[in-house]
């Protein structure tokens, strides 16, 4: 009986080794979907929150024009709070579009602010960068690019008549 029992004392060891890196990778792919997850979450809300300051500070008279330097001008003191020196790596954009014209008072002009974040994000699991990251991918950094529309808040004058 002995003559047909085989040793397979490194059976599971190649096994292991065949094996173990595919888990692996597959669970840093999970962990890196979940830390671009988490920053894709975070730079839409810090987008959202760019335009709501430009949209509250953009205009400072009734009926008026907004001051886009003043609206760059105060996005950038909120990144600077907001991501202190890592503020300095993300991009923001804004420009006002005009939607439309106010029926009743011509001059009175409605107005969106359009805040566009470009967020890095470095990919921290190893393997994931030649699938995740965007060009060139051997830096390991994917670029989240987020962007939010806000109605610039415009208040008519009290000697504006309708």
Do not use: C
């Not at 920053?39 to 001051?67: C, D, W």
């Not at 886009?68 to 420009?95: H, L």
């Not at 009743?104 to 995740?132: A, C, E, M, N, W």
């Amino acid at each position: 009986m002995k003559i047909f029992h085989r040793r397979r004392g490194g059976q599971v060891a190649v096994e292991l080794i065949f094996i173990l890196p595919v888990f692996m990778l597959m669970v840093f792919f999970i962990l890196e979907y979940g830390n671009i997850a988490y920053h894709t979450l975070l730079a839409n809300h810090a987008s959202y929150e760019f335009a709501r300051i430009g949209a509250m500070v953009a205009v400072k008279e009734p009926s008026g024009q907004p001051n886009n330097w003043t609206v760059q001008q105060k996005i950038t003191q909120a990144k600077r709070r907001v991501f202190g020196a890592a503020g300095d790596q993300i991009k923001v954009s804004v420009r006002m579009e005009t939607t439309g014209r106010d029926p009743l008072y011509s001059p009175h002009r409605h107005q969106d602010i359009v805040v566009g974040v470009k967020y890095p994000v470095k990919l921290i699991f190893p393997g994931t960068s030649f699938l995740l990251a965007s060009k060139p991918r051997r830096l390991g950094i994917r670029i989240i690019e987020t962007e939010a529309r806000m109605p610039v808040e415009k208040m008519y004058a009290s000697t504006d008549k309708l």
